[in-house]
């Protein structure tokens, strides 16, 4: 029945694409890197931003929103910042049928344009620290672009503070790992390492860069999420200057941090399986679907519908407003009703036929293991959570293990360069060379180094350089 699904294993670019079109997600938009993101793919963005939003607000960050616009001369105020961001802006020169005094970018990240409009509103301590997280789309003009993963526009949030202290920053920057950290295990299903970026992969103008990076189904790493220390860099460039306790005039400390559409590329390519689509239920804007079905028009008018919706109207008791839906199409065979749900990822699949009418009991069908169950209509508010919470269970925890089963430690750059062609995967080693060996190495293997885990502070001998030092570094080809 997946017949419009090439198999992951013969080709896995077309295999993802195939799954996004099969679920109605997405499609190409007429301007070459741009997408349009159709109702299923944008229902997944809004359970993720409700969600990522509740988290932030629960830390004490509030929403705003700045211009889509920012004048190039903002860009040229930081330095590594306009280096590493140049070749993929959009500039706009001509507006109203005239051509601009300065040029305008559209945004690729918001850091200059809120600096600048923090350097207005701080003046004392009092004033810090500013906690402000925006949800907007921004334009990095991609070569390569692929649905979800790498377009040209995309969706995000991205938070942006201001603090009195360096230790007030590190702390938030850390702190906001953490949310990343948790929201993508805990509703995404996501199991991801935390850890540093290397200098050679740090974001333009920051001093730290911290990152959560999950493994694809193909072995290749994600950077799903990312939280900047910026030090004062930006502060000094854009003159965010304020009274201390003591009176004195002293640089803000501040950070950004964001995430993107990219996280549902992260979803399809650590879930979904050959068939489409696979949701987690923590993320899944439909959780359950209910599906009557009759060959008598007459009793799946009278008995089947009434007795669907009561369970629907249950279940939407428990589990909330547009989770639970109850499938309708009886103009398609239930087979295909049944392959409708399970291509856009359904968690759960509630079937209610003659026999189930007979028993007094649905067949209840899991969309990550295909496990048929009966539950009796009395125990539905009962176990059906209990089922949806054993779903998101094991599909982190097969995500988890697929993971652990390919990640290696090695010690050489032979070994490295054997285990990254024959397994592919994480490769752990101790690292210590410059962004020139850096560099050597990712023209060498197109192996970068991910990061270098937050949870391991042990030193051994760097694998490429052999100087001692060298800190734990998972290293992987990446999206």
Same mark, same amino acid.
């Given at each position: 029945?997946?017949?419009? @699904?090439?198999?992951?294993?013969?080709?896995?670019?077309?295999?993802?694409?195939?799954?996004?079109?099969?679920?109605? +997600?997405?499609?190409?938009?007429?301007?070459?890197?741009? +997408?349009?993101?159709?109702?299923?793919?944008?229902?997944?963005? %809004?359970?993720?931003?409700?969600?990522?939003?509740?988290?932030?607000?629960?830390?004490?960050?509030?929403?705003?929103?700045?211009?889509?616009?920012?004048?190039?001369?903002?860009?040229?105020?930081?330095? &590594? !910042?306009?280096?590493?961001?140049?070749?993929?802006?959009?500039?706009?020169? !001509?507006?109203?049928?005239?051509?601009?005094?300065?040029?305008?970018? @559209?945004?690729?990240?918001?850091?200059?344009?809120?600096?600048?409009?923090? *350097?207005?509103?701080?003046?004392?301590? #009092?004033?810090?620290?500013?906690?402000?997280?925006?949800?907007?789309?921004?334009?990095?003009? %991609?070569?390569?672009?692929?649905?979800?993963?790498?377009?040209?526009?995309?969706?995000?949030?991205?938070?942006?503070?201001?603090?009195?202290?360096?230790?007030?920053?590190?702390?938030?920057?850390?702190?906001?790992?953490?949310?990343?950290?948790?929201?993508?295990?805990?509703?995404?299903?996501?199991?991801?390492?935390?850890?540093?970026?290397?200098?050679?992969?740090?974001?333009?103008?920051?001093?730290?860069?911290?990152?959560?990076?999950?493994?694809?189904?193909? &072995?290749?790493?994600?950077?799903?999420?990312?939280? !900047?220390?910026?030090?004062?860099?930006?502060?000094?460039?854009?003159?965010?200057?304020?009274?201390?306790?003591?009176?004195?005039?002293?640089?803000?400390?501040?950070?950004?941090?964001?995430?993107?559409? #990219?996280?549902?590329?992260?979803? @399809? +390519?650590? !879930?979904?399986?050959?068939?489409?689509?696979?949701?987690?239920?923590?993320?899944? /804007?439909?959780?359950?679907?209910?599906?009557?079905?009759?060959?008598?028009?007459? #009793?799946?008018?009278?008995?089947?519908?009434?007795?669907?919706?009561?369970?629907?109207?249950?279940?939407?008791?428990?589990?909330? #407003?547009?989770?639970?839906?109850?499938?309708?199409?009886?103009?398609?065979?239930?087979?295909?009703?049944?392959?409708?749900?399970?291509?856009?990822?359904?968690?759960?699949?509630?079937?209610?036929?003659?026999?189930?009418?007979?028993? *007094?009991?649905?067949?209840?069908?899991?969309?990550?293991?295909?496990?048929?169950?009966?539950?009796?209509?009395?125990?539905?508010?009962?176990?059906? /959570? &209990?089922?949806?919470?054993?779903?998101?269970?094991?599909?982190?925890?097969?995500?988890?293990?697929?993971?652990?089963?390919?990640?290696?430690?090695?010690?050489?750059?032979?070994?490295?360069?054997?285990?990254?062609?024959?397994?592919?995967?994480?490769?752990?080693?101790?690292?210590?060379?410059?962004?020139?060996? %850096?560099?050597?190495?990712?023209?060498?293997?197109?192996?970068?180094?991910?990061?270098?885990?937050?949870?391991?502070?042990? %030193?051994?001998?760097?694998?490429?350089?052999?100087?001692?030092?060298?800190?734990?570094?998972?290293?992987?080809?990446?999206?």
């Amino acid at each position: 029945m997946a017949r419009n @699904i090439t198999p992951r294993e013969k080709d896995y670019s077309q295999w993802y694409l195939d799954v996004i079109k099969a679920a109605e +997600m997405a499609d190409y938009a007429p301007v070459r890197g741009c +997408m349009v993101i159709r109702p299923t793919g944008y229902a997944i963005w %809004e359970s993720i931003q409700s969600q990522l939003d509740e988290r932030f607000k629960a830390t004490g960050h509030v929403n705003a929103y700045f211009p889509l616009l920012i004048p190039s001369s903002f860009l040229e105020k930081e330095a &590594k !910042h306009v280096e590493g961001f140049s070749p993929e802006c959009a500039v706009v020169t !001509h507006a109203g049928g005239e051509e601009l005094e300065e040029p305008l970018v @559209i945004r690729p990240t918001s850091e200059t344009v809120i600096g600048y409009m923090y *350097s207005k509103w701080v003046q004392s301590w #009092r004033d810090l620290p500013i906690l402000i997280n925006q949800w907007c789309n921004v334009l990095r003009w %991609e070569k390569r672009p692929r649905l979800f993963l790498r377009t040209s526009e995309f969706l995000w949030q991205e938070g942006h503070t201001a603090h009195a202290t360096r230790e007030e920053a590190m702390e938030e920057t850390l702190r906001m790992l953490e949310v990343y950290r948790s929201f993508m295990e805990e509703v995404l299903a996501l199991p991801v390492v935390v850890g540093e970026k290397s200098e050679g992969e740090r974001f333009p103008g920051a001093e730290n860069t911290y990152t959560c990076e999950a493994m694809m189904t193909d &072995k290749r790493a994600l950077q799903a999420g990312t939280s !900047h220390f910026l030090g004062q860099n930006f502060a000094k460039a854009f003159d965010i200057k304020f009274q201390n306790r003591d009176g004195e005039l002293e640089y803000a400390w501040t950070t950004s941090w964001g995430a993107s559409t #990219r996280l549902i590329g992260a979803i @399809i +390519m650590t !879930h979904a399986d050959n068939d489409g689509l696979v949701l987690p239920p923590n993320v899944a /804007p439909i959780k359950v679907v209910v599906i009557p079905m009759s060959p008598d028009q007459n #009793r799946l008018q009278d008995i089947m519908l009434p007795e669907a919706q009561k369970i629907v109207e249950k279940l939407t008791a428990l589990l909330g #407003r547009n989770r639970v839906i109850l499938d309708t199409q009886f103009h398609m065979r239930p087979g295909d009703r049944f392959f409708y749900h399970l291509q856009r990822g359904v968690p759960l699949r509630l079937e209610l036929g003659e026999a189930e009418m007979s028993s *007094s009991c649905l067949r209840a069908v899991r969309r990550d293991t295909a496990e048929v169950l009966n539950i009796s209509f009395d125990a539905v508010e009962r176990e059906v /959570p &209990k089922l949806l919470d054993e779903i998101q269970r094991s599909l982190f925890e097969r995500a988890k293990a697929f993971r652990e089963s390919n990640t290696y430690q090695v010690s050489s750059f032979d070994e490295f360069k054997e285990v990254l062609n024959k397994k592919g995967g994480f490769i752990k080693a101790y690292f210590a060379g410059t962004p020139e060996e %850096e560099r050597a190495i990712k023209e060498a293997t197109t192996a970068t180094v991910r990061c270098f885990l937050l949870d391991d502070s042990s %030193e051994g001998t760097c694998f490429y350089t052999k100087k001692p030092g060298g800190r734990l570094a998972i290293f992987a080809k990446a999206y």
